[in-house]
């Protein structure tokens, strides 16, 4: 499809645990991208604008209470309200950078004591990452990096509970990059990694669906 002008961008999900570098590796990959001639967008989950994100933005500050599966299925329905915007972007031909999505979700609220199973559910039919790169760190080497900012979320014991879970959810398919690496060495894996991915993905690999 590459020779009729409609191939289509890719997926790229950056995850980690608080303080692992994602959100500055989000913000380096994309002009890096760019420069190399591609058309890419940089998103993020939770996506506080919209009416959901500022339920969720409240959450994670404390300023309102809810129910773990409440909450759960509300950071579901943020990336459900995106689901369309994505697919129509990707089919367009635009590369998305994704700072945290369905992975985040689960790891989540499965260190909170939810059913792994249960956690999975709600994102079935979302639309598959082409690629998943973790930033790994340990979580104390990512509680000394400059303290946390003191969202619900940003505490070294829980911390370590999202770490287990990330480790039971993960697949070979992900890329693991040692996230205490210098940031330009991070920088050069990471751009690697995404124009292959971005080449997979023109030369006609299909967009799929997640846990499905
Ligand atoms: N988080 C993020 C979740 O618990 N579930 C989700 O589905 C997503 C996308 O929200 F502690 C958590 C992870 C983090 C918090 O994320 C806010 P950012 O990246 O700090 O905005």
């Known amino acids: 499809n590459n020779s009729k002008g409609d191939s289509r961008g890719a997926l790229i999900v950056l995850e980690g645990l608080d303080r692992c570098g994602k959100t500055s590796q989000c913000s380096r990959l994309l002009p890096s991208l760019e420069g190399l001639g591609h058309s890419v967008e940089s998103w993020r989950f939770p996506d506080r604008n919209t009416g959901v994100g500022q339920m969720i933005s409240a959450y994670l500050s404390n300023q309102s209470q809810l129910d773990d599966r409440?909450?759960?299925?509300?950071?579901?329905?943020?990336?459900?309200?995106?689901?369309?915007?994505?697919?129509?972007?990707?089919?367009?031909?635009?590369?998305?950078?994704?700072?945290?999505?369905?992975?985040?979700?689960?790891?989540?609220?499965?260190?909170?004591?939810?059913?792994?199973?249960?956690?999975?559910?709600?994102?079935?039919?979302?639309?598959?990452?082409?690629?998943?790169?973790?930033?790994?760190?340990?979580?104390?080497?990512?509680?000394?990096?400059?303290?946390?900012?003191?969202?619900r979320y940003e505490q070294l014991e829980f911390q370590r509970k999202v770490a287990q879970s990330y480790h039971t959810l993960s697949d070979a398919s992900w890329k693991i990059v040692d996230a205490t690496l210098p940031i330009e060495d991070i920088e050069t894996q990471l751009k690697e990694m995404a124009v292959d991915c971005i080449n997979t993905c023109k030369n006609g690999k299909s967009l799929s669906h997640i846990w499905s």
């Open 70 to 151: 409440a909450i759960h299925l509300l950071f579901s329905a943020n990336r459900w309200e995106k689901r369309s915007l994505m697919e129509a972007k990707l089919k367009s031909g635009t590369t998305l950078i994704v700072d945290r999505y369905s992975y985040s979700g689960v790891a989540f609220s499965s260190a909170k004591g939810l059913d792994l199973q249960w956690c999975k559910a709600p994102e079935v039919g979302l639309l598959a990452p082409d690629l998943v790169v973790y930033l790994d760190i340990s979580p104390e080497k990512a509680a000394e990096r400059g303290g946390y900012g003191g969202e």
